[in-house]
């Protein structure tokens, strides 16, 4: 049976051949309706490398490789093509070109924006591109395009290095750093994107191009930022550092709801009343608002966690004013610098990390927080938990990082719009994937994004890219200088004129 299957595959492929005959140029392009995965796999199978995979939804590895973080919605993958190597990847683009298949690139599949809801097509899964190479003299190291923060902290860490990477041990290093990156060494180094000195990049048409300061450089400008819309890394060459000390400290605390105006103060001060001037050590700290029933079953918590890029003693001084205020609970350490992502409970089996569910979120990026909109926030939660008690996952994240080297680098030199916003903010309704209650989740978001933007009067709201739920403006995302968003459409018609990159965040929508 398997090897008549085989046959009838082998025809079709012979009946392509002749018809490549017709040199490329001169092909009409057409839609073959009824394309099979596994026409797709003998067709393509002949144009790759050994060891690429090939498989529709009867094959034994689709379920993980199609798995997401998020289930409100989800791309309507009909292939799965997991490149062995960077030069499959402009074979698979200009096979998905000749035959109108629509393609993407996926990576940790932690995308939160519904956008990707709207793909249906050819998923490149970028797993097997995972090789970490540093560079002789340790100032930069090749990564592939697979390459993940967690697997980026912990490989680097154990040769002496550091580098910029998202947080999370499970979010891919480009997903993030294609639209500039948040992590802890941010207030050192600057955005992932940030510390891009050459990236590989296949176009939409298969062209495999060198992007960097001085080759294609308008393009290098477009993909620290608004990098999705543009073409797939297949590796990038991104600054290293030595990693100077061998420990972190962290102080973790829960704090009951009277505290509420107390710590959102001090957090304030931390960061300089608003200046953004934080203790470039003082590296990360986020606070949640979340139910935990040994505490209270009616009242949410407020849990924060700080990571220090020191010594216990100097990480306390900076934290005696939190020490002051009486935890319900605490806890403290000193850890090599990739457990630290554990213990803040952004480690890969972390409760941050868990895929496979429905999240409905919001995003706001903030200068200052306001303690009036923060207690309105803390009070909604409260009740909507306890108006729907299914909803009792959900959570309101408060990140603040030290932003030094965020801040000190010339907006203008890269797509990222946000060097002033100094908190990243996320609320995340977490509903069991089908509930009906997405509706209530989603008006719920709303209400907090909306209680956010009130108490910053004078700024105009500020949507993260890789924060965002999909449904905010192009402006708040990309820019509110006009010249931004110019900008990036004149290089979306130079670099991507049929629009094939649209479905993250996209610049041009359908
Ligand atoms: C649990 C969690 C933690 C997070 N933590 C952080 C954090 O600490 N810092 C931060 O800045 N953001 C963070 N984010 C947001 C994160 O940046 C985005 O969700 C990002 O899209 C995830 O990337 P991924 O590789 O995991 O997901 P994917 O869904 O695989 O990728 C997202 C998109 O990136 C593009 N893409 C991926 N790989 C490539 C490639 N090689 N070439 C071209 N395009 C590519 C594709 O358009 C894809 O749709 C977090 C998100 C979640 C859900
Ligand atoms: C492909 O790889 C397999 C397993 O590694 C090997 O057995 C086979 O000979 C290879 N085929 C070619 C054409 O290189
Ligand atoms: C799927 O992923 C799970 C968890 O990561 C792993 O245990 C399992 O072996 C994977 N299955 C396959 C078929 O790869
Ligand atoms: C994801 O969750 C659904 C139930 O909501 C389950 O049926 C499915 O098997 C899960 N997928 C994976 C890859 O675990
Ligand atoms: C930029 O790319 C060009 C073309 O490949 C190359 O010659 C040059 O060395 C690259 N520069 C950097 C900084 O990588
Ligand atoms: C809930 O609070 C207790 C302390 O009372 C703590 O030990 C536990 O880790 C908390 N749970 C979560 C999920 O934060
Ligand atoms: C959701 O479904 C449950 C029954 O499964 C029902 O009791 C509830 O009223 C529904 N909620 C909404 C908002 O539709
Ligand atoms: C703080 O938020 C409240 C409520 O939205 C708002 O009325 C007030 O103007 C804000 N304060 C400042 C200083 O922005």
Redesign the pocket.
């Known amino acids: 049976m398997g090897a008549f299957l085989f046959s009838l595959c082998w025809l079709a492929l012979q009946t392509v051949t002749t018809a490549s005959a017709v040199p490329h140029y001169f092909q009409p392009q057409y839609t073959r309706r009824d394309l099979s995965s596994s026409q797709v796999s003998s067709e393509l199978g002949a144009l790759v490398s050994n060891g690429t995979l090939i498989y529709g939804p009867a094959g034994t590895l689709w379920a993980n490789a199609t798995e997401r973080y998020n289930t409100f919605a989800v791309p309507d993958i009909q292939v799965v093509v997991q490149p062995a190597q960077e030069s499959d990847i402009p074979a698979i683009v200009k096979y998905c070109n000749t035959n109108s298949i629509d393609f993407f690139a996926v990576n940790r599949a932690h995308a939160i924006t519904a956008s990707v809801g709207k793909f249906q097509g050819l998923q490149i899964d970028m797993a097997s591109l995972r090789e970490i190479t540093i560079q002789p003299g340790g100032e930069t190291a090749w990564f592939q395009g697979g390459t993940y923060d967690g697997q980026v902290m912990e490989t680097l860490w154990g040769e002496g290095y550091v580098a910029t990477t998202g947080s999370c041990s499970c979010v891919g290093m480009l997903g993030p750093g294609l639209g500039g990156g948040h992590g802890r060494y941010e207030g050192f180094y600057g955005l992932i994107s940030d510390n891009f000195v050459h990236l590989n990049v296949v176009l939409a048409d298969g062209q495999a191009i060198r992007v960097n300061s001085t080759s294609h450089a308008d393009l290098f400008w477009a993909m620290k930022g608004a990098g999705h819309n543009y073409g797939i890394v297949t590796s990038f060459a991104l600054k290293i550092y030595p990693r100077l000390v061998d420990t972190w400290h962290w102080h973790n605390y829960i704090w009951t709801q009277d505290k509420l105006e107390l710590v959102t103060e001090q957090i304030n001060i931390l960061h300089g009343s608003g200046s953004g001037v934080t203790p470039v050590e003082m590296a990360i700290e986020f606070g949640v608002y979340m139910m935990n029933d040994t505490i209270s079953e009616t009242a949410a918590i407020l849990y924060w966690t700080f990571g220090y890029a020191g010594s216990a003693a100097d990480g306390e001084k900076a934290l005696a004013p939190f020490n002051a205020i009486p935890a319900e609970w605490q806890d403290s350490g000193d850890l090599p610098y990739p457990e630290i992502s554990d213990i803040q409970g952004t480690g890969i089996g972390g409760a941050l990390c868990t895929p496979n569910t429905t999240h409905v979120t919001s995003t706001a990026g903030l200068q200052l927080y306001n303690a009036t909109a923060q207690r309105q926030i803390y009070e909604l939660f409260n009740e909507k938990v306890q108006q729907?008690p299914e909803l009792n996952r959900a959570r309101v994240v408060l990140e603040g990082y030290s932003t030094a080297g965020v801040s000190k680098i010339d907006p203008a030199s890269s797509a990222f719009p946000h060097r002033s916003d100094h908190h990243l903010t996320y609320f995340d309704a977490q509903l069991d994937t089908g509930?009906?209650?997405t509706?209530?989740a989603a008006q719920w978001a709303k209400e907090v994004v909306d209680l956010w933007n009130a108490g910053q009067p004078t700024r105009q709201p500020s949507t993260y890219v890789n924060y965002a739920n999909g449904f905010e403006s192009l402006e708040s995302t990309y820019g509110y200088e006009p010249w931004r968003l110019e900008r990036l459409r004149g290089l979306k018609a130079k670099y991507d004129p049929q629009n094939r990159f649209r479905f993250y965040e996209p610049i041009i929508a359908e």
């Open positions: 729907y509930s009906n209650l509706h209530v």
